[in-house]
């Protein structure tokens, strides 16, 4: 069973502070990794996505990968309350077909 | 850039009932197509993707059946919905040549 695990939350940060969001994956040989968002009613919305070792900048945002530790995380610098959502990891396992976890509810308190 | 359709938005049906969502896609040619259930509080489980016109392929066995019927078409249908069908229902689109899945707005069905 191809899994990928995430703290529930929430996760509580005040505003200005940076948040950091975490996501293990079972499968080793996974290449590609992505982070969504999505609002209370809506659907997801691709934040970020990352192949490689190490980090990816973009704007507020980097993500960071560590396939050996089967780590991905992502880091929401300046945290503004309209960043409050809940953060999906999500993991291509093969074949073009992602597994989500569970998500991660973010709360930015002003 | 691509745009998913889907619809309705909202659907409440009654147990017993078929059920036939809708999504469509502009702007690419020969997408992925991926249909997605999110329960309440829950992750995204993928019940069907597509890579190609009438190309179909099951990832959870269920009373759910998916068609492709045009390139940029991707139907869910069921002849008799359960309870347990509640969910929010996302379609996503993968571009051909990429690894991204963007989704489209959801259909919320309720089964009473």
């Known amino acids: 069973q191809k899994e990928v695990e995430q703290n529930s939350g929430p996760l509580s940060v005040p505003e200005g502070a940076i948040a950091s969001l975490n996501c293990t994956y079972s499968?080793?040989?996974?290449?590609?990794f992505f982070w969504y968002r999505q609002y209370s009613g809506k659907s997801p919305e691709l934040i970020m996505f990352?192949?490689?070792?190490g980090d990816k900048e973009d704007g507020r945002f980097t993500a960071q990968l560590n396939k050996a530790s089967q780590y991905v995380s992502l880091l929401i610098r300046d945290s503004q309350p309209s960043d409050s959502a809940t953060y999906l990891c999500?993991?291509?396992?093969?074949?073009?077909?992602?597994?989500f976890g569970a998500g991660t509810i973010l709360r930015v308190k002003s | 850039s691509q745009t998913i359709h889907q619809w309705p938005a909202t659907l409440v049906q009654p147990v017993g009932s078929p059920l036939s969502l809708e999504c469509t896609v502009e702007?690419?040619?020969?997408?992925?197509l991926y249909w997605y259930r999110q329960a309440a509080g829950r992750g995204l489980q993928l019940l069907f993707y597509?890579?190609?016109?009438?190309?179909i392929s099951s990832e959870v066995p269920q009373n759910l059946s998916a068609s492709r019927p045009q390139d940029r078409q991707f139907i869910l249908s069921s002849k008799k919905l359960l309870l347990s069908d509640s969910g929010f229902y996302l379609c996503?689109?993968?571009?051909?040549?990429?690894?991204?899945?963007?989704f489209g707005p959801g259909t919320r069905l309720l089964v009473l």
């Open positions: 999500a993991v291509n396992m093969g074949g073009n077909k992602l597994v």
């Open positions: 702007g690419t040619s020969n997408p992925n």
């Open positions: 597509s890579v190609g016109i009438g190309q």
């Open positions: 990352i192949y490689s070792n």
């Open positions: 996503a689109a993968l571009a051909g040549g990429g690894e991204t899945q963007y």
């Open positions: 499968d080793r040989g996974s290449q590609s």
